[in-house]
């Protein structure tokens, strides 16, 4: 088992380090400079001079390599370094925007993930029946709408016409507020963006759920607990489903690892203050510290995942351990 | 069981959703919500990037010794009186008494001259440069500042005194580099709004500063959400979840809006150009009768009419938009395809070889890119009826639509018109401060790259040069008049550029949330004027 880890740890150190150098190069190789950013969209009137200074007191003129080595050593400090557009340090805004990240998306995810798993396991009950059809249709409809409009359809109806939510932002401006109504006024801020999430994260999990139970279903042991006599509901939730939700499982923990990346169209279309949208803005303004820190971050989150994953899979499925 | 306690939870969860009544949709009087379109850094001067609305929202904050009034003429703010010598070298500003910093220090003449050397010294795009002439400033008493100039400066009052925002030297003096100042939080200025909160990326509170040297502001309370989509935007309007928009509206919304009881749309012109810009170092475009050939097929009136559904003024030849203040009213273009026709067969574009594409004499096809920025719908419609009326004439033209920064690394790569360029032609734009600028045609056409820092097309011609720099030093707005006219009869028959159109500056506002916006030329509603009546 030791030996098992320090391989795999090994293994992630590699991952990561190739990621950061990712992280590093990628943005920089884009055409476009973030001078702009830095001093101001006049930028045409400063003399070449002037440029030159501004880029060395933001250690851009160094060589490329010198600007990794500086970065690598500040990211082992922990220092993520200071934004170029938003002039404000990077672990602050970070900081900022991952709680409502993780709100959104992550509550979504589970969400989503309980509706699809149900839902798809009564669809592979029902197997061929109008239910399960007639389920397949609607997943496939809600697996092809384009989030955006998803999102723009429930602003139109139920923010804008019913006037029950509020048609932007993460909370109300300007109103102190504490207790309950502090408590509602987040979730009534939440509430669209949350479920147009969910509503397009739900048929992947379906789909899964639904295939593996389908193939569960199949198998000799289902046939022989059947022909025992067991009960038909212990058969679906205590022979099969368990099976069943193991590829559901692995998905989820992927998904998981990418819960800190945000929902960026979602996030753009309620004005959300989420980590999507921060790195979206960051690529479009050249912010290359902000690019770096949100994707290591993510890079970080999503190999964390994997580890739990791989720790967890002996547990969840016996075979792991004894294939060992 | 469990199912129903679940549906239970489920349905109780909506409905107290929906029951608790819609705290923060309402307006709250004395507030004003007015969208903003992205964060906007500390709102300091400088982690300020953009012209329209970013200058304008950041002095709410920070005041400037003078301001462009309705009409872009700089009157006098900060200052009560200014006097210019005859030779346009001595600037004496005597400032209004008793004018108070935020944090309740008072305002001087040392931090207008503090201000002054240090945009010279902390360099920033739009303050630095026009502070450059400044040769010294002085301040013999709390209420007199007197600047020296190296030359007389056309742009002087405009680009620095109506612009550079005062810095409090209490505050800025210990802040001496440019990554210092953008970090600097200690938001303090001298205008008629302070910072009360400020949530990246989600938006700012602003409330009055009742100390205010010019009088009360208007309104109490400004917050701005930053509501990053327009329809979204728009939509929020529409529902009364905020009073204003930062937006223009899109041509095709105004019918709409104008029929929104208590909604009220107001428009006027709109000094941001859009245009087609030619690289004059390209071996075909470089010549002026192949660009007056395409020129006289692009038919401006109906793009606007298409494109714009009729809310833009086509473009006028010499760049300078019919009403700003140095257009030279006989300067005119009428496109002409039989012309355009004309213009190719006699310099010699013919299609030798009968494939429909025409070639210069050594047999070069007219065959060109057509550069246009992703995620501006209007310029790539543009381009692409640019393309079919080229196509008619025989020339052949390829649309490619890329985002903002791989355009500006072809047209004008890192910013700079000395690092050449690598385009043939751009479906771009200028914002609307360029237009106000006295020094404009210089700015764009001259041929020195130090100089026309936005002749990103390359142009040269000695005698624009040579007026370009007797414009920048003219003070006398008759003889700025007069120069900027015969510049504007060069530009248009050369046509380094084609102005395509002007589009309208269109704002709507709910009226019961607030009433009296000033409508700035060019510009629109968010400026100081709005909120507060000019000092008297």
Known sequence: MLRFLAGKGVQYALVLLFAITLNFLLPRMMPGSPLVFLVGEDIGFMPAAQRAQIMREFGLDQALWRQYLIYLGNLAQGDLGFSYQQGRPIAEIILNRLPWTLLLVGLSLLLATLIGVTWGLLAAWRRGTSVDLGSLGVAMFFESTPSFWLGMIFIAVFAAGFGWFPIFGAQTIGVPLSGAAWVVDRLRHLALPMATLTLITIPGMFMIMRYAMLAVLDEQYVTTARSKGVAERRVIYGHAMRNALLPVATVFMLNLGTVVSGATVIETVFSYPGIGRLLFEAVLARDYPVIQATFFIVTVSVIGMNIIADLLYPIIDPRVRHAR | ?536
């Open chain 2, 1 to 536: 069981m469990a199912l129903r306690r679940w549906r239970l939870v489920m349905a109780t969860l909506v409905a107290v959703l929906l029951l608790v009544p819609a705290a923060g949709i309402g307006q709250t009087p004395g507030s004003l919500r007015l969208a903003i379109t992205r964060d906007e850094g500390h709102l300091n001067p400088y982690t300020y990037q953009t012209g329209y609305p970013g200058w304008n929202l950041m002095t709410l904050v920070y005041d400037t010794l003078f301001y462009p009034d309705a009409n872009n003429e700089p009157i006098p703010w900060l200052v009560r009186s200014a006097q210019v010598s005859r030779d346009g070298l001595t600037w004496t500003l005597t400032l209004h008494p008793n004018i108070r910093w935020h944090d309740g220090r008072s305002l001087t003449s040392e931090d207008i001259k503090f201000t002054f050397e240090y945009v010279i010294k902390v360099a920033h795009s739009r303050w630095t440069p026009p502070a450059r002439v400044i040769e010294r400033v002085d301040a013999p008493n709390p209420t007199t500042v007197v600047f020296h100039l190296k030359n007389a400066d056309a742009g002087f009052r405009l680009r620095a005194l109506a612009d550079v925002p005062i810095l409090p030297k209490h505050i800025w003096e210990s802040v001496t580099t440019v990554p210092a100042a953008r970090a600097l939080t200690n938001v303090v200025g001298s205008g008629p709004y302070m910072v009360a909160e400020a949530q990246p990326a989600q938006f700012y509170r602003l409330t009055a500063n009742p100390q205010y040297f010019a009088g009360q502001p208007r309104v109490r309370e400004l917050i701005l959400p930053v509501i990053r989509d327009a329809t979204v935007s728009f939509t929020a309007l529409q529902a009364a979840q905020i009073e204003a928009n930062v937006r223009t509206l899109a041509p095709e919304l105004v019918a709409q809006f104008e029929r929104l009881p208590g909604m009220k749309v107001v428009r006027g012109a709109g000094f941001a150009s859009t245009l087609l810009q030619f690289n004059m170092e390209h071996p075909l475009l470089k010549d002026p009768k192949l660009r007056q050939a395409i020129a006289n097929t692009i038919n401006t009136r109906l793009m606007v009419r298409l494109l714009m559904l009729g809310f833009a003024v086509g473009g006028s030849p010499g760049y300078l938009h019919p009403d700003s203040p140095l257009y030279a009213p006989g300067v005119k273009f009428e496109a002409n395809k039989a012309k355009a026709v004309a213009l190719l067969n006699e310099a010699g574009y013919r299609d030798r070889n009968n494939d429909g594409i025409r070639e210069a004499q050594d047999g070069t096809p007219l065959r060109f890119t057509l550069l246009t920025l992703a995620g501006n719908p209007i310029r790539i419609r543009g381009a692409e009826l640019i393309r079919t009326w080229l196509r008619d004439v025989g020339i052949d033209t390829t649309v490619r639509v890329q985002e903002d920064a791989a355009i500006i690394d072809q047209v004008w790569p890192e910013f700079d018109v000395c690092k050449g360029r690598r385009f043939d032609m751009a479906v771009f734009g200028w914002s609307a401060p360029v237009m106000t600028r006295p020094t404009a045609l210089r700015d764009l056409f001259h041929s020195d790259c130090n100089i026309g820092v936005l002749n990103i097309g390359g142009y040269k011609n000695p005698q624009i040069d040579r007026m370009g720099e007797q414009l920048a030093i003219t003070v006398d707005p008759a003889r700025q008049k007069q120069i900027a006219t015969e510049m504007q009869k060069i530009v248009a028959q050369d046509l380094p550029v084609h102005v395509l159109f002007y589009p309208d500056t269109i704002m709507a506002y709910r009226q019961a949330g607030y009433d009296r916006w000033v409508f700035q030329k060019g510009q629109g509603i968010i400026n100081k004027l709005s909120f507060v009546d000019p000092p008297k």
